[in-house]
Nanobody, 122 residues
């Protein structure tokens, strides 16, 4: 397993932007972002494979969020724009050390970060 450290969360007004970072202690194959709002289950947000050529997004964030990676830094970024109050949640980074199938399936990820809070005020 690898250790994952998220950063970049905070408080932002609706319509604003934030960039989350997830840095791994070693090389990972695929990285995903998931989120959990108060009183709700954890849901998929976005994911990217090692090559960066394959990405996936939840319908709720398409066109607003962009996932990217810098393999030299073992870091994945989630650029969040046009934020809405519904985006308020704890955001978790997850990593898989091998090739996986469905990027949106949290069961495919073996390592998780501690989470970072994103709060969007309306």
């Amino acid at each position: 397993q690898v250790q994952l450290v998220e950063s970049g969360g905070g408080l932002v007004q609706a319509g604003g932007s934030l960039r989350l970072s997830c840095t791994a202690s070693g090389r990972v194959y695929s990285t995903g972002w998931f989120r959990q709002a108060p009183g709700k289950g954890r849901e998929f947000v976005a994911a990217i494979r090692w090559s960066g050529s394959s990405t996936a997004y939840a319908d709720s964030v398409k066109g607003r969020f962009t996932i990217s990676r810098d393999n030299a830094k073992n870091t994945v970024y989630l650029q969040m724009s046009s934020l809405k109050a519904d985006d308020t949640a704890v955001y978790y980074c997850a990593a898989a050390l091998w090739a996986i199938g469905a990027l949106h399936n949290e069961g495919n990820y073996g390592s998780w970060g501690q989470g970072t809070q994103v709060t969007v005020s309306s």
